[in-house]
Nanobody, 122 residues
Framework: QVQLVESGGGLVQFGGSLRLSCAAS????????MGWYRQAPGKERELVAV???????NYADSVKGRFTISRDNAKNTVYLQMNSLKPEDTAVYYC????????????????WGPGTQVTVSS
């Protein structure tokens, strides 16, 4: 099945930067959108940014101007460059891929990574 692995999370001080990466592997038939979600303690998971197969992007209002999402289709990888980080950005960040899994009888849907912790100190 499709598997996603995130990397790049960690502890950073206020105003700092981090770059998250997520690589998809497995029996991937196709990938449509790729994106990042986050979930802070006691809150629901929310969309951070998403990028389409045509490289159109959409961002949560809270991260516009600070975060940039990009993708490398040849590597089945999506990135999230996070600048000017705030304590409010502290959360577990999850990679999301919408695509088709040929190992699951061409199941189409969302695939999730295990998450990576991002902590921003003040």
């Amino acid at each position: 099945q499709v598997q996603l692995v995130e990397s790049g999370g960690g502890l950073v001080q206020f105003g700092g930067s981090l770059r998250l990466s997520c690589a998809a592997s497995g029996k991937i038939f196709s990938i449509n959108t790729m994106g990042w979600y986050r979930q802070a303690p006691g809150k629901e998971r929310e969309l951070v940014a998403v990028i389409s197969s045509g490289s159109s992007t959409n961002y949560a209002d809270s991260v516009k101007g600070r975060f940039t999402i990009s993708r490398d289709n040849a590597k089945n990888t999506v990135y999230l460059q996070m600048n000017s980080l705030k304590p409010e950005d502290t959360a577990v960040y999850y990679c999301n891929v919408r695509g088709v899994d040929s190992g699951r009888y061409f199941y189409t849907g969302d695939f999730w990574g295990p998450g990576t912790q991002v902590t921003v100190s003040s």
